[in-house]
């Protein structure tokens, strides 16, 4: 990567690199990864209780990172809209510096225990495969999206308090909330509707994909059995990928334009 | 003498509240001028307009004849210095000077001597978050000069900064405005504008209140210094 994009994205991937907690989340992921790995009673176990973690601490580790990021690192920011630089490089820049070691840090932290396993049950690797491709597609999402937070609200403690809020919405109560709506409308014909729930949920999204994989039904949830029904093989894995690629694209663009439009 | 920075009825809202209102000022070539008045009055907003930090909600900025807009590249003539700024802990100063130097433009002309001048050369490789308050406000004001930039921008330069940095800033200040470098300076300390600036412009409630030379203004309110003349055109605002 090189100009403008790529200098502010390795410096602030530099930074990212050498802090603590950037240490500290991709060694939580190893830990967890080798206990999982080693304890569970079989790889597929073991896949499924790590995507159960993935898929709370990636969204939760993005948000409040990328969130307390954005607001430690504003007056570096406005340091660098004052050179001749475009706003939209600046934006680029710091947000590839931010997302890109978030990326690598759950990467290797869940990829090593499997890499140094020789990648597991063999059965088991497309799983393996959508588990860490899915995780790196909710850190890309959810980085993006504490950006537009963080770049929206001029409050720092409101803005985590919103990023909080975003968590616990998309990775704790989302399934809770779909099963209340699945009990009041329960008379009427909602499989669609619920199909677009979980388009509306990236980390929703996310462990349906995984789970697919592994052909466990009952850990889908409500909107995963729908998600199954209407998409069976290739279809299902494509459909899900263009859904998580939209929820990269669409707060990016979004964050662009707040970025591009914002007093400092 | 002709203008280098032009501000042609600023006016800036912040949701209800006006904190420009119909800010008239220009800026002369190789002078330079004073930005004074309470806090609040506005200084650090017209500031960041003019760096294209924040947009005005009427009226135009003009930047050696180039209106200040989309276009960013007026802003390779300027060297900005915050006030106290918080900096990437974990980067020294040498790579923040690259990471500058990188995104104005790797060909751009260096003045190697600024960090020699601010004492900088023992502390290039340590990270910055072991740097003491003094030492990264020294760094800010050498990452302003080193490009040798023809306009600077400084909002409170001297804040924190140590005797004898304050002196070395000062005395560069001078230096550059005598190479033909324009120079706006905001600050709280009165001695030090009276050391610095060819003129000042007092701000209040969002509008220029004086704009002149300091003896004018010291003739005009028939005080003895800047300080008391300033406070003069203060009591009579609150008046």
């Known amino acids: 990567m090189n100009g403008v994009v790529g200098t502010l994205a390795r410096t602030q991937a530099r930074d990212a690199l050498r802090s603590r907690w950037l240490f500290v989340y991709t060694a939580f992921f190893l830990v967890v990864s080798e206990a999982l790995l080693r304890f569970s009673a079989g790889d597929a176990n073991a896949i499924v209780s790590l995507a159960t973690v993935t898929f709370t601490v990636v969204p939760l580790g993005a948000l409040v990172l990328s969130t307390a990021y954005v607001y430690g690192a504003r007056e570096f920011t406005e340091l660098l809209l004052a050179q001749p630089v475009k706003r939209s490089s600046v934006y680029a820049g710091l947000y590839l510096g931010l997302a890109a070691p978030l990326t690598c840090g759950f990467l290797a932290g869940v990829g090593l225990p499997l890499v140094v396993r020789g990648g597991g049950d063999p059965a088991l690797r497309g799983a393996v495969w959508t588990l860490l491709g899915v995780g790196a597609a909710l850190t890309l999402a959810f980085t993006a999206i504490a950006f537009m937070i963080a770049l929206g609200v001029e409050d720092r403690l409101r803005g985590l308090g919103i990023a909080l809020g975003v968590w616990l919405l998309a990775a704790v109560a989302y399934d809770g909330i779909v099963l209340a709506a699945v009990a009041i409308f329960s008379d009427r014909p909602i499989e669609r509707p619920l199909l677009a729930l979980m388009f509306a949920n990236p980390a929703d999204l996310g462990r349906v994909l995984v789970l697919l994989r592994l052909d466990v039904a009952a850990l889908m949830g409500y909107t995963g059995a729908v998600f199954a029904h209407f998409f069976s093989g290739a279809s299902g894995a494509i459909a899900g990928a263009t859904g998580l690629a939209f929820w990269i694209a669409a707060p990016i663009a979004a964050g662009t334009m707040r970025f591009r439009r914002k007093d400092f | ?239």
């Not at chain 2, 974990?90 to 190697?112: K, M, Q, W, Y």
């Not at chain 2, 330069?157 to 005797?163: I, M, S």
């Open chain 2, 1 to 239: 003498m002709t203008s280098m920075i032009e501000f042609r009825g600023i006016t800036k809202r912040f949701g209800r509240t006006d904190v420009l209102s119909g800010v008239d000022l220009s800026v002369a070539s190789g002078s330079v001028m004073g930005l004074i008045g309470p806090n609040g009055a506005g200084k650090t907003t017209l500031l960041k307009l003019l760096l294209g930090l924040a947009h005005p909600t009427t009226g135009e900025i003009l930047v050696a004849g180039q209106r200040v807009g989309n276009d960013e590249s007026y802003r390779a003539r300027i060297g900005y210095m915050p006030q106290i700024t918080r900096l990437p802990d974990n980067l020294t100063a040498s790579e923040l000077f690259d990471v500058i130097r990188g995104v104005r433009a790797p060909s751009i002309s260096i003045d190697h001597e600024i960090i020699a001048q601010f004492r900088l050369g023992d502390h290039l490789d340590k990270p910055l978050k072991i740097l003491s308050g003094g030492t990264r406000q020294r760094v800010n004001a050498a990452l302003a000069l080193y490009y040798r930039p023809s306009i600077l921008v400084l909002d409170e330069p001297t804040a924190g900064l140590d005797a004898l940095s304050s002196t070395t800033l000062k005395d560069t200040i001078r230096a550059r405005r005598d190479e033909g470098a324009t120079v706006l300076v905001t600050s709280h300390i009165m001695t030090e504008l009276e050391e610095l600036c060819d003129e000042v412009a007092f701000l209040v409630d969002g509008r220029v209140g004086y704009v002149g030379s300091i003896d004018e203004l010291t003739t005009r309110t028939r005080q003895v210094s800047l300080e008391r003349a300033i406070a003069s055109l203060m009591i009579r605002e609150v008046a």
